[in-house]
């Protein structure tokens, strides 16, 4: 009776090893349950454009981009090799979906990295561990979506992770966040829409206008996902060291040093991108949108009145990171065409090699003095 008993455990054991094993497979994230958990999420926020509006709004961003690109072009001194593309207009749960293709992507890059690492066969524990995981990661993931659906206003959508030919940006207006955002600051939905427009659109030039910039930003990012799935070991040590606090961002702490390199190189070229895009708002805003100044300061005085719940998950999730870009890139920019002019800072545009670091970013003199030392 006890080789029986034993015997139909051990099959079990094995049936039910097997079945874990392949209900785990190898993915770390289910894209179909984030996708429903951030709609579940967005609740009444996530209803559908009507027909009518998005047409009038599509309508609107058109002609309003034809007079914005002369402007922007004039400002940064180079034309777009052609128009830009037709923009969309988009609902909260389309913005989703959209963003979920970009992070398919992403992390199907690191499931074949971690996958490669892997030395030995797959066990009953690691594929346990990797439900668990998957589990906790649809819901943050699911959750941030559905957070990120209702703030963001306009998105320049480039395919910034796959490197070679791919099809143009295109420039996609979260309508409902524009109209919302609209009526709480008490400014006319046009003139709001038109100041989104401009911004978004200088975006678009930077990469339009300068074609190797989007495989240079493709690689730092290709870069940086597969540094941190080659060393995980020592992530969970790392991370507790990192909330114990210290200096910088928590998310630059719990980095490795090679890991931080690469990570601020990004951080740089993403605050001279925001800092440009701000600079050349600025200069062309007067001419497109009378009082374009008051707008611009009722949006930014909206950016500081977040609240406590806000400010931690901007904290949590690393986008207060994305804030300070802003504001770094725009004095950068600002200081150097005070110093040497418009000219000299469109020589940041040259190639990569031309491309201010961190450290450049916070004291412009020193890519000032590099430029010309090469001269």
């Known amino acids: 009776m006890g080789i029986v008993v034993g015997g139909i455990l051990a099959a079990g054991a094995t049936v039910a090893q097997r079945e874990l094993l392949r209900r785990a497979g190898s993915r770390l994230i289910d894209w179909d349950a984030v ?24 309508s609107f961003y058109r002609d309003v981009l034809v007079r914005i690109e002369p402007a922007v072009a004039d400002e940064i001194g180079a034309a777009l090799p052609a128009a830009l593309e037709v923009p969309a207009v988009v609902d909260r749960v389309e913005w ?46 699911g959750f941030l979506l559905a957070f990120l659906a209702r703030k963001v206003l306009g998105q320049y959508d480039v395919s910034l992770l796959a490197i070679g030919p791919t099809p143009r940006g295109r420039l996609n207006f979260v309508e409902p ?17 038109t100041f989104i427009a401009l911004h978004e659109a200088t975006h678009a030039f930077e990469f339009e206008a300068y074609p190797w910039l989007r495989d240079h930003f493709a690689q730092a990012v290709q870069e940086s996902v597969e540094q941190l799935t080659m060393d995980t070991g020592t992530l969970g040590a ?33 605050s001279l991108l925001e800092g440009y895009s701000n600079h050349v ?38 986008l207060d990171l994305k804030m300070e870009q802003y504001a770094a890139g725009e004095r950068f920019v600002d200081e150097v065409i005070r110093e040497r002019g418009r000219g000299f800072v469109n020589r940041v545009w040259a190639g990569p090699e031309s491309l201010p670091s961190l450290d450049e970013i916070r004291d412009p003199g020193r890519w000032i003095g590099r430029l010309e030392a090469r001269s």
């Open 35 to 58: 996708r429903d958990i951030a709609r579940r999420r967005l609740a009444e926020h996530g209803q559908p454009l009507a027909a009518p509006e998005r047409a009038a709004a599509e």
């Open 96 to 141: 989703i979906d959209l963003n979920i293709v970009t992070f398919q992507h992403l992390f199907a890059r690191v499931e074949r990295a971690m996958l490669a690492a892997q030395p030995n066969p797959d066990t009953a524990g690691r594929a346990l561990a990797r439900i668990v995981n998957r589990t906790i990661g649809n819901q943050q993931l």
């Open 177 to 193: 966040n524009i109209v919302a955002t609209a009526a709480s600051l008490r400014v006319p939905l046009d003139e709001f829409r």
């Open 238 to 270: 790392r991370l507790r060291g990192a909330l114990l606090g210290g200096e910088g961002h928590w998310l630059e702490r719990m980095m490795t040093p090679q890991q931080l390199t690469t990570f601020q190189r990004t951080q740089a070229l993403m």
């Open 281 to 318: 708002m600025n200069a062309a805003g007067e001419r497109i949108l009378p009082g374009f100044r008051e707008l611009h300061e009722r949006f930014e005085r909206r950016n500081d009145q977040r609240g406590a719940l806000e400010r931690a998950l901007m904290r949590i999730t690393g």
